[in-house]
């Protein structure tokens, strides 16, 4: 929950300075720091769209979401426009096409491949890449959100110690629900 917390935290109230009444793409919605950041997202008053596959769209509806798109079905980026926020959990290739969601000077923070700033300017688009640095102050925030019911852990799978190599291959499979953990007895 830290790690995740902290990343959606930083990215989205510190870099974005988002505010209520914002919209927000977040990517992968049913990834460890998407459903964190669906979560936070609503609980500070954004309103959120997000993305996952077709088994896992109701599941990221209960979690927050005021849109969830099936990319299996078709591309957000193909489809929502206006958005004041692109968060980019994902990277890669796709990550080009992601600024046709944003409104002029909107911006896409990525925290997985630092965005091209050619295509960013050609966008009108602000950017930025992130790189998660814990603070005590974040930290505190986060208890705080979960002590108030805002944020809860989302834990897909449990694998027992010795299993870390199954763990491991199942989190490669990139389709976990939320975070996959390791029990030591």
């Known amino acids: 929950m830290p790690l995740v917390a902290h990343t959606a935290w930083q990215v989205m109230f510190e870099v974005m300075d988002a505010k209520p009444g914002d919209r927000i793409f977040i990517g992968a919605g049913s990834g460890g720091v998407g459903t964190v950041a669906i979560q936070l997202a609503k609980a500070h008053g954004l309103y959120v ?15 927050g979401a005021d849109e969830v798109i099936d990319y299996k079905q078709q591309d957000p980026a193909e489809t929502v426009r206006d958005l004041d926020f692109v968060f980019d959990t994902m990277g890669g290739d796709g990550q080009g096409k992601l600024y046709k969601m944003l409104k002029e000077n909107g911006m896409l923070v990525s ?30 925030k986060i208890a705080e959100a979960v002590e108030k019911g805002e944020l809860k852990p989302v834990v897909d799978r449990i694998f027992d110690l010795e299993d870390t190599k199954q763990a491991h291959d199942y989190g490669e499979e990139g389709h976990a629900k939320g975070k996959i953990v390791i029990k030591v007895k």
């Open 49 to 63: 769209v997000t993305s996952t596959s077709t088994p896992n769209v109701d599941w990221v509806s209960e979690l």
């Open 111 to 140: 925290i997985s491949t630092p965005p091209n700033e050619e295509e960013a300017k050609q966008a009108k688009a602000r950017v930025e890449y992130v790189f998660m640095q814990p603070t005590g102050e974040r930290m505190k």
